[in-house]
């Protein structure tokens, strides 16, 4: 791969400079931690990383280690489906980036260019959207909240295990009809109230793998979420639950529910 950079350094150097990024590149010749950070990001963009994975130089002159990479590599994926000719163009996506860096990156119909907005206008004609979300974001909370324009949502990649908040995530996505999250890791996570809070088109969810054995707040989880015909919880743990209040709510058309192993529950 080759990487050519042009511009601030025109006056340091007396022609452009032009850097070629090789497996054998000799990164002591690099003098700019300007021009590292250029060659990182670019890497990262290209999915790359094995060039300054195991190069001990690159890693102590942009202060980073195998982890960094690590976690690079184990963005969390998502791929979401909007509702067809949704007049309404809802957001589709809740993280604040007020007065922080963004953390998040939206492709369209998995477009390499980056769209620097979080919501939908009137010329977009997409049929998927892909959502990246880097290590810096620990928290799921209110996520997808009243992101209406949904149709499905799917964790392609989840690989952490450092969320510990998704309450009110999916809260009143009320076009979202299928979830995946077989994906999903939720290890450490202590809030999932309100998670699916409002979902009343949600048909199917498959949430068996979850390991809920940390979650203390599971109030109002299924709450209205009146298409939901089954549901398996038998795998969960609720011996660290202190609340499960409105928990079914409104799930007027459940018709097999698997609480098995479910010792703490209660039905208000």
Known sequence: MNYTHKGKFKKKFKKKAFIKVQSNTDFNNIKSIYIFKKIFNNLYKKKTL?????????????????????????LIE?????????????QFINISNEKEEK???????DDTSEIKRNYLIEEDNVSTIKIIIDNKITSFKELFKECNGIESI?????NRNDIKDISHMFFMCSSVKSINLLKFKADNITNMSGLFFGCSSLEKLNIFNFNTSNVIDMSSMFNRCSKLEELDLSNFDTNSVQYMQYMFYGCSSLKELNIIHIFKIFFI
């Not at 060039?51 to 590599?73: A, G, H, P, S, V």
């Not at 998502?78 to 809802?90: A, H, M, Q, Y």
């Open 154 to 158: 799917y964790f392609k990649k989840n």
């Open 78 to 90: 998502i791929e979401i489906i909007p509702v067809k000719n949704d007049i309404s163009f809802s």
């Open 103 to 109: 953390y998040y990156h939206i492709y369209f119909d």
């Open 50 to 74: 094995d060039l300054i994975k195991y190069n001990k130089i690159i890693q102590k002159r942009l202060n980073i280690d195998f982890n960094d990479f690590k976690n690079y590599n184990e």
